[in-house]
């Protein structure tokens, strides 16, 4: 695949990419998105590769499971090497295609629906349609299996499985997808796209605007509402980057799709969201026997050797790992004994595996010296205090270098934010500005033990009525660090 040159082209819409690279404090950021989170081994090894022969020497894990190198001196050499690697299948659409989806998928036994399809599914409709290269880089999918860990991340287009009956939650012929826009519920898609099954109170016939029908099934709605987002920016001045961006959007998006919300399927059981969530480490059973370890990588930061040594651990027929949301790492299709081989060899390497670690759920943005706009080098504080931290968070954590609060989670969390002088500690409203490290220390740690609940320390995913991620109206995250 030759690679053209986007250095020149003006976008209004800065979101990086994997041609149209951001200049930083510490040089090119490049963005790779990773559909699902599914990465090769193969695929794993070149990132590491690119990462430490142009690059800082480092992987960024991002909010949605994509993956980013900083310190670029040649972007075309790297451009050239994704999509060799078979992560750059698009020059056109390949800022667009963001697509997060439960890891588990497929194999735990929390599956309603197996997702694992129709991610490869969506991401190639999604650049086969070529007015789909219009939306924003930061335009999101989600496919949720019916877990609700991925459903409550803020996606402008999502589909979440339930079942149509709560005596029969594993049956899939009793099973549907919800329709979500911008988190609201919007109708019903049928869960096989064998037949030219409408929506729930749909006419089966073209969406406004041009957009195909639903003969494609689930995928095809999804890409039927991007276009439909589409119609509606423009008849909304086209200014718009997200569904939630628009004056009534969901609303609106739906009506031009022909979903009514009356018609979704308020009798289907939803999963059971928690107040806060810390993602933590552990070890998940397959329905085929085996196991999946997820590990944690601090910071969202993993070198090359991690990378490469994840590479190695990877087991099964296809070797792969699952890129998560909250920067960890899954690595599934292991027996118990490959499990029990490369946990202390992970561990040992820098990685997360014990569940109390107080590691899990902390985050932070770029901070000094890779952003100029950051008040201080919050990675670095961040890693000594989780470093110094006794007890395993309750709450999520998350470190700011400025006011934008880039990279933050969604949901409730405790914020610590630089303000040149030192840091200000937030929960809640509540507030307590700090100058030191013990202070900001112990700020962390009563906030992050005291503000936590029996629900906020549950692990995403790790049930079907569970998931991590609250219920609130807290807006997405500025950028996706």
Known sequence: MAIGDFSGRAHLDACPGALQVHTAADGGLARVRVPGGAVSAAQLRELAACAAELGSGVIELTSRANVQVRGLDSAPAFAERMAAAGLLPSETHERVRNIIASPFSGRSGSTLLDVR???????????????????????????????????????????????????????????????????????????????????????????????????????????????????????????????????????????????DSATADSSAPVPVRTTAGVRRPRLVEQTDGRVALEVVVPLGRLSAAQALLLADAAGGEAPSVRLTPWRTVVVPDLTRAEAGHWTPILTRAGLVADPSSPWAGVSACTGTPGCAKSLADVQADAALEADEAVHARGVPVHWAGCERRCGRPRGRVVEVVATGTGYRVELDGDRRTCSGPDEVAAAVAAFSTAGSTTAGSTTAGEDPAASSEAVSSVPAARGEK
């Not at 409408?198 to 039927?224: L, R």
Request: glycine content about 12%; charged content about 20%.
């Open 117 to 259: 399809p129709l991610v490869a599914e969506l991401d190639r409709a999604l650049c086969a349609r070529p007015r789909l290269a219009e939306l924003s880089g930061r335009f999101l999918f989600a496919l949720d299996d019916g877990t609700g860990d991925v459903d409550e991340l803020g996606a402008d287009v999502a589909l979440l499985a339930r079942s149509r009956s709560a005596r029969s939650r594993t049956a899939r012929s009793r099973a549907a997808w919800t329709v979500l826009l911008a988190g609201v519920e919007a109708g019903t898609v049928p869960a096989t796209g064998d037949a030219a099954g409408p929506v729930a109170g749909n006419a089966a016939g073209p969406v406004a605007g041009g957009a195909a029908g639903y003969a494609a099934g689930p995928v095809g709605v999804m890409v039927a509402a991007a276009e439909a987002f589409l119609d509606e920016r423009a008849a909304q001045g086209g200014t718009a980057w997200r569904v939630s961006d628009l004056e009534d959007g969901p609303a609106r998006v739906a009506t031009r799709l022909h979903l």
